[in-house]
């Protein structure tokens, strides 16, 4: 019998209307109740960590979280995390980092609709997470709408539709259809070492999305505001402007003062290529990090766990050109119907 820890942290899965709208108010144990058929075969042990909207999991219950995980990973063959659905690419991913070489399937799960509500998505969502978590398939992953997706490329794509999440240029982890939990072995990672823990996060970073017009002045702001990592979504499939507001060289003085600075696209699929227009190998020359097809999440989390680790600019631009796990890199598309 499979021994599995179900967390709960909120979400609209565990949320109930209030007077101020809805807002997580279900325990873990009111959450297992409705969905007590789906657990008859495993040994469930239930904890509420937090009870929190996801729009207020922020780095400090991404750390608290790992913690959690990391002391108890022994006792259990697979951990369920009950998650809202609005930041929980970002906890994944963060996870991924702060946890490398997770010995057991840590899942995490929400959804659309309350528990309550009789069309809810959540039962499905719990069951796929559930399967995967007693897979004995170690690492950090996303289940929903009957798809296992890796922790690093998760991205929520849709606001309302029950299939609101997409591996971004990264084949699924597993699937579940008539044929139960089928799993892509060519992507399910394998845990060749001890996990350490590094749960550091740094807040230090700052996301910059470019539009036209976008004052160079930015930068420059940002440094003077101890920003230590900007992370920036250019135009494309790498471009950034230099003529009348030179974009460049407002990034070559602020990696001059020891900012790390890494760059992708503002496209979701397909990544980017800074080599091959002018307007992007420009700031590849001022010492820049290309991210290629990273998820905004992925890189964002990234570069504030590798922050947490190190203090040297260049060990942490080494880091965040390092394919740690699978968040850079494209592979072959997989079709498991």
Known sequence: MKRILFISTGGTLASSHSAHGLAPGLR?????????????????????????????????EWAELAKKIYRCRWDYDGIVIIHGTDT????????????????????????QVSIENPIADATENCRAALHMAASGLPG??????????????????????????????????????????VINPSVVPRSGSQC??????????????????ISPAIFQQCADMKIR???????????????????????????EQGTVVAV????????????????GRQVLDCGVVETFNMTSEAAVTKMM?????????????????????????????????
């Open 264 to 279: 992708g696209s503002q496209c979701l699929y397909e990544g980017s290529d800074f080599t091959v227009y002018e307007a």
């Open 88 to 111: 929980m690419a970002y906890t994944a991913s963060a996870l991924s980092f702060a946890l490398q070489g997770i010995e057991i399937p840590v899942v995490l799960t929400g959804s």
């Open 196 to 213: 350490i823990l590094q749960n550091s996060f740094s807040t230090d970073v700052f996301l910059l999305k470019l539009f036209p017009g």
């Open 28 to 60: 873990i144990s009111d959450i297992l109740k409705k969905i007590e058929g789906l657990t008859e075969g495993f040994e469930i042990t239930e904890e509420d960590l937090f009870m929190l909207d996801s729009s207020n999991i922020q780095p400090e």
């Open 229 to 255: 990592g900007i992370y920036i979504e250019a135009f494309g499939i790498g471009g950034l402007p230099f003529i009348r507001r030179n974009l460049t060289e407002a990034i070559r003085e602020v990696v």
């Open 305 to 337: 766990w590798a922050l947490g680790q190190y203090d040297e600019p260049e060990t942490i631009r080494k880091v965040m050109k390092t394919n740690l796990l699978g968040e850079m890199g494209k592979t072959m598309d997989w079709d498991i119907g």
């Open 140 to 181: 950090v992953y996303v289940a929903f709408n009957r798809k296992i997706i890796m922790g690093t490329r998760a991205s929520k794509v849709r606001t309302r539709s029950f299939d609101a999440f997409e591996s971004i240029d990264y084949p699924y982890a597993a699937k579940i259809n008539s044929n139960g939990l």
